[in-house]
């Protein structure tokens, strides 16, 4: 536990904690200090000096909030005439050669820029001179665009190529005026985290080529959520808009801050997996490959399970705890067998040391703590035995196309409960459309045992249901989310303690010896 110091702010007292830079420590109270080179994940660079404050008594009386740890009984200035003609002659230094495009730019809405001239400065330009020209609209590589005269040369996008990435493919060159970000002749951006950049960026000097001129950012509404790319379940901001007469459309993923799960950054993949979410949805609902009422094709799923001697229900290792133990609780009302099978969502060797996972689900441990059975010889031994196969939102062909269970599967009567049209949907005598993670709440534990919660982001304007919901119009007794916690706590003895509604924000890392331990 930090050691906490009190120290004054424009003369109110604060209690913040000691030996942290002035912009954290004091940003933590909520008072924020300007500052556009300073980033929590790269450390004080201390090039831009727009985060200048004062200190009463202080030698020396003017310092870098960055590079200042608070220390008790500081007297912080932020609101003296010296600071604040200091904050408005770097903005007029910013602004020199700045070409002030902002209703063109992606970042207006969300700019450093933008929010500081607002803020510290208001005045008019007193440039007479024509402009420094500089280049825009350069492809830098892995959907990535520089444009050089919105550039403040803060450095953090450099500093993130050398200290997160390693692989150093931007430098600023020049000097002066003639200062430029730029990548290497021929060496464009090449690494899977690239387009972090595009965040850090504190103006609109690094766009995403994906995202640019889609939406203004003021439209888009943002919600927290957890990447469902890998079994890491980083945090991230869904941010999505239902433009007049259309549906709600998820328009990006942002990373989201969770020092427990992944820092400040999320991977390429999981940050392009937003269009995922939109796209090849499975909609209708489907029995015998024509279109049928949702209520049908439910009734059609109960009648099957009934008449069936040997089911065998499917888990994704993407579903919920909440929907898995669900799933487990109807394959034990229609004596079927519960399987969590799913080595399709494997990328043998896709995964690094930092963030990317192999495993292309989020919630197998889910599967482990539930105890519902993944083995891939269980798994072919049930396959071959049963009558009936239903899929709740599993994809046996995610990565695996030639699946070698591939023409087993499709010789059994299949069923399938799915978020989106795939091979299995296609395979099938009944295709139920269901949410998808963006679009229902749930918890998840990420590979390291960290358990996490998410909120329902997305409102389609045809809402199809979650899971739960259809496993409760099989007969299940689970209703909702809140429902299921009380059979997983007496089941699962890591679970026993936990309030579903008071899991912290930032997750919970659950004991690690524990993590599999079931109670019988
Ligand atoms: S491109 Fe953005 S992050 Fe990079 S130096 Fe310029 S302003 Fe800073
Ligand atoms: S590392 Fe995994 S969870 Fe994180 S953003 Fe990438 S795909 Fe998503
Ligand atoms: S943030 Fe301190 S000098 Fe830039």
Redesign the pocket.
């Given at each position: 536990m930090a050691e906490m110091v009190k120290l004054f702010v424009n003369g109110e007292e604060v209690e913040v904690e000691e030996g942290k830079n002035l912009i954290d420590a004091i940003g933590a109270v909520g008072i924020e200090i300007p500052h556009l080179c300073y980033h929590p994940a790269l450390g004080a660079d201390g090039n831009c000096r727009m985060c200048l404050v004062g200190i009463e008594e202080g030698r020396p009386p003017v310092v870098p909030a960055c590079k200042t740890p608070a220390r008790e009984g500081m007297r912080v200035q932020l609101d003296t005439d010296v600071i604040k003609k200091i904050q408005r002659d770097i903005m007029e230094f910013e602004l020199i050669n700045h070409p002030t495009d902002c209703p063109i730019c992606d970042q207006a809405g969300e700019c450093k820029l933008q929010d500081y001239y607002m803020e510290v400065d208001l005045q008019d330009s007193r440039m007479r001179v024509p402009q420094v020209q500089k280049s825009k609209n350069l492809d830098f590589g892995c959907g990535v665009v520089?444009d050089q005269e919105?550039?403040?040369?803060?450095?953090?996008?450099?500093r993130f190529t050398r200290q997160i990435t390693k692989t150093g493919e931007l430098g600023?060159v020049n000097r002066t005026d003639t200062a430029r970000?730029n990548i290497f002749p021929g060496r464009p951006l090449n690494n899977r985290y690239a387009l972090n950049?595009v965040d850090?960026?504190?103006?609109g000097?690094?766009t995403s080529k994906d995202f640019r001129f889609k939406q203004r950012v003021w439209f888009l509404k943002k919600d927290k959520g957890i990447c469902h790319g890998c079994a890491k379940g980083c945090n991230i901001f869904i941010d999505h808009n239902r433009e007049k007469y259309k549906d709600d459309i998820i328009y990006r993923f942002r990373a989201r801050q969770n020092d427990l799960v992944n820092g400040y950054f999320i991977c390429d993949q999981g940050r392009m997996s937003y269009k995922l979410e939109n796209e090849n949805r499975l909609t209708v609902t489907r029995i015998d490959g024509a279109e049928a009422d949702f209520a049908d094709g439910v009734q059609r799923i109960q009648q099957q399970l009934s008449m069936a001697q040997k089911p065998l229900l499917l888990v994704s290792p993407n579903s919920t705890l909440e929907q898995q133990w669900s799933v487990k609780r109807i394959a034990t009302l229609f004596g079927a067998t519960c399987s969590g099978y799913s080595d399709a969502y494997i990328k043998e060797g896709d995964g690094d040391d930092y963030l990317i996972s192999d495993d292309k689900s989020a919630n197998r441990k889910g599967l482990q703590l539930l105890e519902i059975d993944s083995d891939k010889e269980s798994f072919e031994k049930a396959l071959k035995g049963c009558d009936l196969l239903v899929s709740f939102d599993n994809d046996l062909f995610m990565f695996d196309k030639n699946s070698e269970f591939k023409a087993l599967v499709e010789s059994k009567k299949l069923l399938s409960i799915s978020s989106h049209d795939n091979a299995m949907t296609k395979a099938s005598l009944v295709a139920l459309p269901v949410l998808s993670y963006s679009e229902y709440d749930g918890t998840i534990v990420n590979e390291d045992g960290v358990l996490q919660t998410f909120r329902k982001a997305v409102r389609k304007n045809e809402e199809a249901v979650d899971i739960l919901e259809v496993t409760r119009m099989l007969g299940g007794a689970v209703r909702d989310k809140e429902q299921a916690w009380p059979g997983m706590r007496t089941t699962v003895n890591v679970l026993a303690d936990i309030q579903s509604d008071q899991i912290p924000a930032e997750g919970l890392q659950l004991p690690e010896s524990e993590e599999a331990h079931v109670s019988a």
């Open positions: 520089h919105r550039c403040v040369l803060c450095g953090r996008c450099v600023i970000v950049i850090i960026c504190p103006v000097a690094m």
